[in-house]
């Protein structure tokens, strides 16, 4: 279902919950090129508008014979809900590759780096 009337790249996700729940998400195009949003932030920000914040796994297809890690924001926001999740791969083959979430960012910002420090 990607909308990608400029690039022609389609994405697809498929965000698994500890629930069991599926989430998809496909990548959404705009002229106005940076409000693009990918299919795997599309998947988490229908799921988080859903209640689930919990998830297992995400599932990246595309058309691309190469394996098609996310990009560093969805990476970030991934991390938000579950650093460890499992992230599988898949090329236009068919071919599968999974990690984990934690090798692709090894170290995300989080809460901890938004607080204060205290006084002395
Ligand atoms: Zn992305």
New binding site residues.
Partial sequence: MAYAPYSGFRVGAALLTVDNSIFTGCNVENSCYSLTI????NAVFKAVAEGQTRFKALAIASDSKEFLP??????QVLSEFAPRMTIILSNAAGQTRSMSLSKLLPKPANLKHLRKRSAR
């Fill in positions: 990918c299919a795997e932030r996310p990009c560093g924001a969805c990476r």
